[in-house]
């Protein structure tokens, strides 16, 4: 009977100093969905860290090359397209969707625009173009920060994602 007591007191306080360490390693760890930009946002104040790499790096884009077509000059208060954005990516990674099933990705991005530049106001934005634009969601990515912009989410088909006709709006000149 004494033994039987013994283990399970040996059982209880593993089970005790075990579970706040579990819970501690759970919060804390990186995960992937810290990637996502949702959570980038939450979880960075500033997309970009001081090696210059940015939250991306730690979704399944990773460090992807991106062309991105854009006038040669701007006038100041100026509503401009920055015509097509394509980024490469495997089409074979999948994600596991709301239904359970392997599904093509959500993919989205975090651009970052020089100073003085931001997103058209819905006012400036003519209904031929947004209707152009279609569903496509984009935000800044801080209110304070109207420079840098979280593009998507986009379940994506093609070998290339593309963000067509992004309003940017040049509120300043800058030298």
Known sequence: MQT?????????QITRSISPSLMIYIITRTSISNAY?????????????????IVCANCHLANKPVDIEVPQAVLPHTVFEAVVVRIPYDTQLKQVLAN?????LNVGAVLILPEGFELAPPDRISPEIKEKMGNLSFQSYRP????ILVIGPVIVKSPFLFFPRILLLRKTYTS
């Open 37 to 53: 930009l949702i959570f980038a946002q939450q979880g960075y104040e500033n997309p970009r860290e001081a090696t210059g790499r």
């Open 144 to 147: 304070n920060q109207k420079n």
């Open 100 to 104: 359970g099933k392997k599904g093509g």
């Open 4 to 12: 039987r007591n013994t283990f399970s007191w040996i059982k209880e």
